[in-house]
């Protein structure tokens, strides 16, 4: 079977893509190698920016998909003496469940949705990728004209396209993060994330009461194990905030890429296009559901006008993604008002020690 697009991963940077593949009238194959609903290392706040993208381009979001409490009002950066610095979004956002978001994206994407079925190996020349997939049927090859590859933070999209730039840039900037669920209390205002940093590797451990329990997302090194980590993040939330944790169960762990932060992002080549956390884009603060939906709608788009003009789609893309990745460098490089989606001033009116020595730390972390 030889389909116009083949897309890896139904997250949602490769369900915006199908989607307006698909209105615009491409065979599309989307393959997602959980089975859907799938669960995924996130905390599910939405940005007001995110949910336009997807009310604009999908239909409203169902209240089946809406956490309590429902408002997402952004993060806080937690420093090591226990000050915080309120990043709040432009206006609320929404608090999701992922597994249930991604499964109406997917069942909204209006392409062939395969599921539980992982892509083992691509090959990608001029106008013809092929994938080898397995699922529990067995295995089977199929035929595309291009790619989009959203298959997130260990992307083998990215691997096969351009292994000497995943082996230089990205592999050094994997990470993982264990999402860890609890019940107890802890003295903080749902609707916000806590970020901690982590002291000893790059990133952010994260923190936020939803549906009534307590999650605590821990990063760690890529081959390291996150009790450690988690012990020390307990330790410091107990002191800081009162944390009591009454049992706790570990809910999964996902990769994570952070290569973007380092200014390094992939936008594939040819007729094989990257898009959301395969490319890189994620914001300092760990959200990326935004910069997913909207590289996705953008590999789409320039497929979709570069199609019958001979010429490959990443031409159109690399030029049409300069404003968004333009935006994300130049944000950081000012530091202050919005980096991300997210409302930073709060960290450069501070001009303590405790806040100088704040953003000291979070540029040697991001910056
Ligand atoms: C702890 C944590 C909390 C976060 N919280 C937030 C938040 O509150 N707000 C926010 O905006 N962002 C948040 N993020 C970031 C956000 O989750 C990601 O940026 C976003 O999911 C990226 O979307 P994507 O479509 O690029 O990839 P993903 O959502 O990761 O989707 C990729 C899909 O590809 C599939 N896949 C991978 N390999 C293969 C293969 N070989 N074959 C077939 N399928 C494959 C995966 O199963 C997955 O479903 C958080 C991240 C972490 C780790």
Not at 132 to 155: F, N
Not at 285 to 295: D, K, Q, Y
Not at 324 to 349: A, P
């Amino acid at each position: 079977m030889h389909y116009d697009v083949l897309i890896t991963g139904a997250g949602p940077a490769g369900c915006m893509a199908c989607r307006l593949l698909s209105e615009a009238g491409f065979k599309v194959l989307l393959l997602e190698k959980e089975k859907i609903p799938r669960d995924k290392c996130c905390a599910g706040f939405l940005s007001p920016q995110a949910i336009e993208l997807i009310e604009e381009n999908f239909t409203t979001i169902p209240p089946e998909t809406i956490s309590h409490p429902r408002d997402a009002l952004g993060a806080k950066l937690i420093a090591g003496n226990g000050s915080t610095f309120q990043l709040p979004f432009s206006r609320p956002g929404l608090s999701v469940s992922r597994a249930r978001l991604d499964a109406f994206l997917a069942d909204e994407s209006g392409g062939e949705l395969r599921d539980g079925c992982r892509v083992l190996d691509l090959e990608v020349e001029r106008f013809l990728v092929r994938g080898e997939l397995k699922t529990e049927a067995g295995s089977e090859t199929v035929e595309a004209t291009y790619l989009i590859g959203c298959d997130g933070g260990e992307s083998l999209a990215l691997q096969s396209l351009r292994p000497e730039f995943f082996r230089t840039y990205a592999a050094p900037h994997l990470g993982r993060v264990s999402l860890v669920l609890a019940e107890g209390s802890i003295e903080w205002e749902p609707g916000w994330i806590g970020l901690v940093f982590n002291k000893r590797g790059r990133g952010m451990h994260r923190f936020y009461i939803k549906d009534g329990l307590i999650a605590l997302a821990v990063m760690h090194g890529n081959s390291g194990t996150w009790r450690g980590e988690f012990d020390s993040l307990v330790a410091f939330l107990e002191e800081t905030f009162g944390l009591k944790l009454e049992g706790e169960s570990l809910a999964g762990t996902s990769a994570i890429n952070l290569m973007g932060a380092t200014g390094k992002f992939n936008l594939g080549a040819g007729s094989a296009l990257l898009a959301g956390e395969a490319t890189g884009l994620l914001d300092p603060w760990g959200f990326g559901i935004r910069l997913a939906l909207e590289s996705g709608r953008i590999a789409a788009q320039s497929l979709i006008d570069s199609a019958g003009q001979s010429i490959t789609p990443h031409l159109h893309y690399s030029s049409r993604m300069q404003g968004l990745l333009n935006r994300e460098i130049e944000q950081k490089r000012k530091f202050g008002g919005m980096i991300g989606d997210l409302d930073t001033s709060s960290l450069v009116r501070d001009s303590s020690r405790v806040g100088r020595r704040n953003r000291r730390e979070l540029k040697h972390a991001f910056f």
